[in-house]
């Protein structure tokens, strides 16, 4: 658990935070821990059942699923600045549907999730707030998502004349 | 924008009295380099026109295997390497280009060109550069980036993001370390990877949300599959880059390469001789157009 | 015989007779004499030696998707308006051997005997006579210059015919390449009963002229041939207005009218064919069989080929609306930007030959009072 000073100035790399009042910097921080982390450190594996919302600041994180017959497949990073574990702030998914590894040495943030839900229930500025970025996170991910199933880089089916 | 008169040295490459006829190029080396990826290094087997070929990076030659046909082919050479051998990289899709996939060292091909545009080094000089490639669409970029290297001090920070399906497809992964070294910011990505890969999993255009441009001195310079470019333009646009700073190479059914034969156009365009290289504020009126 | 005093720009009046011994003449000198003849219930464009290989008393009767020959008993040989040739084939060969690669070792040239073609090309009408004039601003360029078409180009000889009887779907007129001609030929025929009224416009077609038995023509034939002329003008009655053109089709690639005419097209690409301007290739390798040889050739292609615009992971225009679009606003669009003239000269074949009787000055029509609504 490293101190209070060190996670404010951490949080105030990541521009979101930085536009934040100070009353609702100072609550998401207190729900802030930093973790710096090695290489092949395990967040979570798919079907866990932990509640916390990740922010990488320093390093790559690899979401991944197992595929049988394919083995582990990493199918988006989080770079720095970049949110993962997301669903757990939404009020639905309670079991993690993919794996987060640290794949370089990494620092991230993590956030006691269920706080944040009590926060954003209690203070619906800070919630619609939350949110927004939420969606925004999501967007991004959709839209990512979106070129990867398009599978630009694939070879066409059929074979013709060049 | 206009077709460098360099590159319409009449005795270079090109017969101009005999329709279509090639010169006739010797394969020297065969590199594997992905699943269905090949390059060929070549020379001309008449060592005169070895000697006078040129080219800018961006363009394109004919490549002529006999029995087969012909297939347009970007050039990959990095120009001033030792060798001065003709290299283009080859995704094997379709007739030609899997009957060069089965070519050995000492085998003949026929070679027409250069033709086409190039990539507009001198008059990005002072910018920042971010070359947005993936798949078969870094080769193309390949001349321009030793070019770039060779002429560091010219331009501002350089960033070359590159994209493949897997870690397996990735071009030239031996040449990464040597462009780091010459301050090329290299962002590459995968769509998906494997337990082994610990680089980033994502796309190309998704690094504009990570990284500030300057929209005043920032060119960019993108190819690949269209559908790639299509979003590196529109958050490359969205950054405010003025579309003029917005390079872009097409790709269309080529089969003279000198504006001839009508198989490439798109609008007003012959993407063989106007092209392929276009500035986007040339083509912002049609490249959205469907089926166009 | 005698030379009396002959200058390009005078008209003289040829009996008929003569003009066999013109194009004996014209043979004489190396020309191979290319002139219509009746065929197949048609015109076609092929190899005559005189006035008995022509269409006498035949006129010819077009609407969309139809064309229909009539004997009219008449003594003319150039009454009908031509068929679905175009002289097109000459200069830019429907297909054209190349050269062949040949294995000996390794890869070799033999170089096509490219034959020298000197092509007198009989009865050449103005819309076709416009249609070569915007082929050689394709075929003859600074940066690109087609040697098959060149050396055919420079030996040719025109005698151009004025037609007098406009069919329903010409509309030379709107596009300003007839039915009059004006320059750029070595000699022009207008038909009367009994007599060639021929004006010379080269220093060629004077030498030729020179030799026959010709008169200068009377007030009355002057007269005649005016007044047919005039009757010819008037007879069109089928007009394309190019006022708003490239702009109004490309400036409106999305108009519903497109598909409309993406559902009636069939994609057959007989207009292309037909068009005496259109000039898409391909060029093919045919292999022996155990690959010692390929002899390469060019061959006519068309934009509404399937294949035309594929591209390694599809095709660009997979459907016939975008391959119809394609089409129209190259002809009447981008044509002007990249060669300086519309691609299109008013001879109507498109619309006689196509199957499905599209007709492009109704369907320009149609998006101009689809934009306007």
Redesign the interface.
Known sequence: MLPTAEIHSALRKVPWFNGLTVDHFNKIANLARLRQVKAGTIFFREGDKQDFVYIVLEGRVSLDIFVPHHGKVRFCTAEPYDVFGWSSVTPGMRQRTAGAEAVLESTVACFNAEGLRQLAESDHDFGYLLMRRLANVVASRLMITRLQLIDMFARPAEIVND | MT?LQAN?LPPTAVF??????PL?AEIIKVIPEAE?VITLQLKFVDPQVHDRYRFEPGQFNMLYI??????AISLSSDRESASGLVVHTI?Q??????AAGRLKIGD?V?IRGPFGTSWPLEAIQGMDVVIAC??IGLPPLRGAIYKIIRNREHYGKVTLLY???TPS?LLYPAEYEAWQKADIDLQVTV?????N???????V??WF??FRVDPHKTAVLTC??E??MR?VIFEALARRIPPGNIYISL???M??G??????C????Y?IC?DGPIFPFSTLEN?FN???? | MIDKNLTIGSSVSLPKSELDNLLEDLRKMGYETIGPCLQDESIVYKGIVGLKDLPRGIQSEQKPASYRLIQSGKPRYFDFIPGSQSWKQFLFPPRQTLFTAVKDGRWQFKENEDQDHRYALIGVRACELAAIHVQDKVFLREDFSDPVYRQRREGLFLLAVNCLDPDETCFCSSMGSGPKHTAGFDLCITELDETFLVEIGSELGRTLIAERNFEFPSAFVQNAVNQSLEHANESILRKLDTSDLPDLLIKNLDAQQWTEVGKRCLACANCTLVCPTCFCWDATDSAEILGRSSVRERVWDSCFNPNFSYVVGGNTRPNIRSRYRQWLTHKLGAWQGQFGVLGCVGCGRCITWCPAGIDLTAEVEAIRAEVKA
């Open positions: 077709i319409l101009p009295d005999k329709l279509l006829l006739w269905g006999p029995g087969y046909g012909e297939a995704r899709i379709g007739n030609v280009t899997r003949i026929g993936g798949g994209g493949a399906r497809d769509d998906r990877g494997d337990e890969w610990t680089g980033r999993v994502g796309v255009p998704m949300y990570h690949g599959p559908i790639m979003f790709e269309r059914n089969k003279c000198q504006g001839a034969c009508g198989h156009q798109q609008g007003p012959f001789k049609i157009v469907e089926e166009y």
